[in-house]
């Protein structure tokens, strides 16, 4: 069983710039999310996707985007990069009923916007 | 926001039981308690949750009072890889039930 597999792992962009982040979520596994999380901060949670459609949506702006796919892999889109987007970028996929054993998170990826 | 509250910092002698504290005071019936921990630049993992029972895994016990107000995330043999920073939520076990974290308490274990 994998677990989730997030790409790239570091990434440095230029403000203003767009950035697509990729997620492949562990397998079974129908229900995606992604988080940023600043330095020294809990991950703040961006949306869901469950079943290639948005399920929830955090305090984001719209030029943060996602997608699923059919076999549930992820992409989370950022255009116009700003300085303040510097972060670690984590996804989590989950199946989840009343037997939710929680998230399984993928390691990150670090993208640092000068 | 997250609904619950953990002290910022803990240490722990390492080899004796970490005891963290969480409290959640406005829980409904039907939230789960969970714990997360986060080791330095990893993704969060997932180490135990409870309705009301108490409960034990491989990782920790999880002891939740009996007006679940408050629970206790116990590791009963802390090592050197059990510092981390610790995430206590509370979230139905539903898949449209976004998972929240706070600040969490970030553990030292010392040698």
């Known amino acids: 069983e994998t677990g989730v597999t997030q790409s790239p792992t570091h990434l440095i962009k230029t403000r203003g710039q767009q950035v697509t982040l990729r997620c492949s979520s562990q397998?079974?596994?129908?229900?995606v999310s992604w988080y940023q999380q600043a330095l020294g901060q809990g991950p703040q949670f961006i949306f869901q996707y469950y079943r290639e459609e948005e399920n929830g949506r955090g305090n984001f702006p719209p030029r943060f985007s996602g997608l699923q796919f059919p076999n549930y892999s992820s992409e989370l889109n950022v255009n116009a990069l700003e300085l303040d987007d510097s972060a670690l970028y984590l996804c989590?996929?989950?199946?989840?009923?009343?037997?939710?054993?929680?998230?399984?998170f993928g390691s990150g990826t670090r993208l640092t916007v000068v | 926001d997250a609904k619950t509250t953990q002290p910022t910092s803990m240490d722990c002698a390492e080899g004796r039981a970490a005891n963290l504290p969480c409290n959640h005071s406005t829980i409904s019936g039907n939230e789960y308690v969970y714990w997360y921990r986060q080791i330095h630049s990893q993704g969060p993992q997932y180490i135990i949750h409870?309705?009301?029972n108490n409960e034990t895994n491989e990782m920790a016990s999880l002891i939740i009072t009996e007006d679940r107000k408050s629970s206790t995330l116990i590791l009963p043999h802390a090592t050197l890889r059990d510092t981390a920073v610790y995430y206590c939520?509370?979230?139905?076990?539903?898949?449209?039930?976004?998972?929240?974290f706070g600040k969490g308490t970030r553990l030292h274990i010392l040698p």
């Open positions: 397998s079974g596994h129908n229900t």
């Open positions: 409870g309705l009301k």
């Open positions: 989590a996929s989950s199946l989840t009923d009343i037997s939710d054993y929680g998230y399984t």
């Open positions: 939520i509370v979230r139905v076990a539903r898949r449209d039930d976004k998972i929240i």
